[in-house]
T-cell receptor, first 115, second 116 residues
Framework: GAVVSQHPSWVICKSGTSVKIECRSLDFQATTMFWYRQFPKQSLMLMATSNEGSKATYEQGVEKDKFLINHASLTLSTLTVTSAHPEDSSFYIC???????????FGPGTRLTVL | AQKITQTQPGMFVQEKEAVTLDCTYDTSDPSYGLFWYKQPSSGEMIFLIYQGSYDQQNATEGRYSLNFQKARKSANLVISASQLGDSAMYFCAMREGIGSYQKVTFGIGTKLQVIP
């Protein structure tokens, strides 16, 4: 099946710094990618929908200036957590839609810890 | 309103028995899709099964089957012959919209534990 990678798989940073997470579709072109965050023992919360070549669509309550999303190519979307704080510590997962309606491929996730 | 509702925070099942995980959904889109994913403690999301809103037959994938009742807006997952390795979180999700307006939202999940 198709593969989606995320980098880094985990990151620890100091409060106030910015962290960039990359999501790549390795063997297919992804017009639409999603970014989710997941707190421990909770569900995946959709943060935003990233479409190649256009601005991301953010879900209600998600700060677009805080979580910058760029989808500059059909194989890469990036999420930048700006001025990270401890409450931003979470598991961030991206997914990419395939061509078929039943295709959604997930990355392995990025565990962010902000000290 | 919740788009996806999973009412069972946790479930136990005896090994080799069948178990049903509940999922109801809410949408006004005529075309949508329903997914079930398994998430073990490692965090990876494992695709299990998919049901399209226009599919006439219930989806099946090996030991997994989806009991799709469109009028009731329910899409329950049935796991037959449970195995110890089935212990994990299970999430129901729904895909709505078309083109660049698509989105996939998740329920809160059900933690399944298989007992030897």
């Amino acid at each position: 099946g198709a593969v989606v990678s995320q980098h880094p798989s985990w990151v620890i940073c100091k409060s106030g710094t910015s962290v960039k997470i990359e999501c790549r579709s390795l063997d297919f072109q992804a017009t639409t990618m999603f970014w989710y965050r997941q707190f421990p023992k909770q569900s995946l919360m959709l943060m935003a929908t990233s479409n190649e070549g256009s601005k991301a669509t953010y879900e209600q309550g998600v700060e677009k200036d805080k979580f910058l999303i760029n989808h500059a190519s059909l194989t890469l979307s990036t999420l930048t957590v700006t001025s990270a704080h401890p409450e931003d510590s979470s598991f961030y997962i991206c997914s990419a839609l395939g061509l078929a309606v039943d295709e959604q491929f997930f990355g392995p996730g990025t565990r962010l810890t902000v000290l | 309103a919740q788009k996806i509702t999973q009412t069972q925070p946790g479930m136990f099942v005896q090994e080799k028995e069948a178990v049903t995980l509940d999922c109801t959904y809410d949408t006004s889109d005529p075309s949508y899709g329903l997914f079930w994913y398994k998430q073990p403690s490692s965090g990876e999301m494992i695709f299990l099964i998919y049901q399209g809103s226009y599919d006439q037959q219930n989806a099946t994938e090996g030991r997994y089957s989806l009991n799709f009742q469109k009028a009731r807006k329910s899409a329950n997952l049935v796991i037959s012959a449970s195995q110890l390795g089935d212990s994990a979180m299970y999430f129901c999700a729904m895909r709505e919209g078309i083109g660049s307006y698509q989105k996939v939202t998740f329920g809160i999940g059900t933690k399944l534990q298989v007992i030897p």
